[in-house]
């Protein structure tokens, strides 16, 4: 298996320091560079390439919302994991519809950060119970206040059957082998979504698959 190269971006040194020594017993991780603001970052970025960013939201000189609408316009293959100290409700869903691919508070068990790291890198998302139960509130606050949501895509029986599965957290092979396609297929099957659905990666079709009661 090869490597997962990730970053870490955060003006705290004390903290990269504790995530860096956190994360060093995974085998399958390799750091390829530390940033203290979201310019460093991008510099970074050029030179290393990481497969996986974890990013902090508040950061001098360039903080993490503007970082990640750079970073996803600039390189949209590379995952964005935020890794942040705030907890509020607008922040996560807003981070998420930028392109980030999950969102994890500074206080998450080690064993948490490993897991959403590679999760970002296999599936192209986490959703842990917070990013879940905000998005349950969201929703539940909008139909309360019978407010719409996005109007529906229509979708094909085989778009909505691919959906489904991707969040089931499933990933592309899994997907084809179950439902016998290529993973060339299934691959473009989820492009075709990303862009049918106007959303920014697969993190944005859990969330669309969520509001229009697509999944439970």
């Known amino acids: 298996m090869s490597l997962i190269k990730f970053a870490i971006a955060d003006d705290h040194k004390i903290f990269r320091q504790g995530l860096v020594y956190a994360l060093a017993d995974d085998k399958e991780l390799d750091l390829v560079g ?6 460093a970052l991008i510099d970074l970025v050029k030179k290393r390439m990481p497969d996986v960013i974890l990013l902090d ?8 919302i503007e970082t990640t609408k750079q970073i996803h316009t600039l390189y949209p293959e590379i995952k964005i994991l935020m890794l942040t100290s705030y907890d509020n409700e607008h922040f996560i869903l807003h981070l998420l519809e930028l392109g980030a691919n999950g ?9 948490e950060i490993k897991r959403a790291i590679h999760s970002v890198y296999t599936n192209d998302y986490y959703f842990n119970h917070l990013v879940s139960s905000t998005m349950l509130k969201t929703i539940t606050r909008k139909n309360s206040e019978s407010v719409k949501t ?11 059957e691919v959906l489904k599965l991707i969040c089931q957290e499933m990933t592309t092979s899994e997907i084809a082998g179950k439902i016998f396609l290529s993973s060339r297929t299934v691959e473009g099957i ?9 959303v920014r990666n697969t993190a944005g079709l859990v969330i669309y698959a969520v509001k229009n009661g697509i999944i439970v």
């Not at 969102?103 to 064993?111: F, G, I, Q, V």
């Open 34 to 39: 530390e940033a203290d603001n979201g310019h």
């Open 57 to 64: 939201m508040k950061m001098p000189e360039m903080d993490g």
């Open 103 to 111: 969102y994890l508070l500074k206080n998450a068990d080690p064993s």
């Open 150 to 160: 996005k109007d529906a895509v229509k979708l094909s029986e085989r778009e909505l």
């Open 190 to 198: 989820r492009t075709n979504l990303i862009e049918k659905i106007g």
